[in-house]
């Protein structure tokens, strides 16, 4: 079980001061400590971006891969050995714009991991471009007369898409993030957590201010998770009303599940030094 000081990679955040990226990093933290995880069987797959840079603060195994691909990349791991804490995490360019191919499948797959979107709506690292989640009508370096798109509504697609659970958190409530990334992480099957994360130096709209004026947090007592036509229409909700908290949690076989030749011993523990190739090789070559 890792504490909060086994979890510093000694690398220094190279973030902007404010960025909403910061508590995410610390929201990950608690909960891999509340949740008794251990490092040694934690990985961090991550895409490209600011949020992509995320593994590298935090001392556990770690992927930064290429941009659009942290999930086709954490599935892989997630096959080759089940037993793992598989935790995705990019930006909303990486997983809602060049990822959304790969966020679509995974989502129908139900792989057990937890996916955490840096949700900033804008292209940090490039410095300031729409992105797939902005709103119409934002003016950026690449859209100077206004973003002439809808957004993209990641929680309808992945509630839509077959989630098993779906939730929303915000970089500027700390002790809730926290707590819907332990029970994403806890969730077994694809677990999506959409962090509503300030970019303070691109994004002058989406500001902590704004989230803080129209956030509110769903209770047990609001909604029933399990109620997925109510799911689907709180993800809707966005303009002076933006819930916060889990829209959607259902229990479903995952894609291990299905794969008898893991049931027992994970992928990468299996021998292979003495597997007899040679009837399926004649099958096929002969
Ligand atoms: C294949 C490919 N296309 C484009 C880029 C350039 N690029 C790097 S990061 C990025 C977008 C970053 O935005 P987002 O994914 O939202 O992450 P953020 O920086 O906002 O956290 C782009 C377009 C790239 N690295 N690779
Ligand atoms: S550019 Fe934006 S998202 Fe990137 S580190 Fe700075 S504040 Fe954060
Ligand atoms: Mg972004």
Redesign the pocket.
Same mark, same amino acid.
């Given at each position: 079980m890792a504490t909060m000081a086994d979890l510093n990679s000694g690398h220094m955040p190279t973030w902007c001061p404010g960025c909403g990226d910061f508590p995410i990093l610390i929201a990950i933290k608690n909960a891999l400590v509340k949740g008794g995880f251990s490092m040694e069987e934690t990985v961090v797959v991550s /895409? %490209? /971006?600011? !949020? /992509?840079k995320l593994p590298h603060f935090l001392k556990s195994y770690a992927f930064e891969s %290429? =941009?659009?691909r942290a999930l086709p990349v954490a599935s892989g791991v997630k096959l080759c050995n089940d037993k793992l804490n598989v935790l995705a995490v $990019? /930006? *909303? $360019? *990486?997983g809602y714009g %060049?990822g959304m191919g790969h966020f679509i499948h995974s989502l129908r797959r139900n792989i057990n991991m937890c996916y955490i979107v =840096?949700d900033?709506q %804008?292209?940090?690292?490039?410095t300031g471009q729409t !992105?797939p989640t902005s709103e119409r009508g934002f003016k950026t370096k690449s859209t100077p007369n206004g973003a002439l798109e809808d957004p993209v509504n990641p929680l309808a697609v992945a509630i839509t898409g077959g989630a098993t659970y779906v939730a929303r958190g915000f970089s500027g409530d700390l002790p809730h993030l926290s707590e819907m990334i332990l029970r994403g992480m806890q969730h077994r099957g694809f677990a999506l957590v959409d962090v509503l994360q300030p970019?303070v130096t691109f994004n002058k709209l989406n500001t902590y201010e704004y989230f803080t004026k129209r956030c509110y947090k769903l209770t047990p007592e609001m909604h029933d998770p399990a109620d997925r036509a109510k799911a689907y229409a709180l993800s809707w909700e966005w303009g002076d009303k933006i819930p916060l908290g889990v829209l959607y949690e259902v229990k479903k076989e995952t894609y291990e599940d299905g794969l008898p030749q893991i049931k027992d011993t994970p992928l990468c523990k299996q021998d292979i030094e003495h597997i007899d190739i040679k009837k399926l090789i004649d099958e096929y070559v002969a």
């Open positions: /895409g %490209i /971006g600011c !949020s /992509g %290429i =941009h659009g $990019g /930006g *909303d $360019g *990486d %060049i =840096h900033n %804008i292209y940090g690292l490039t !992105s970019c």
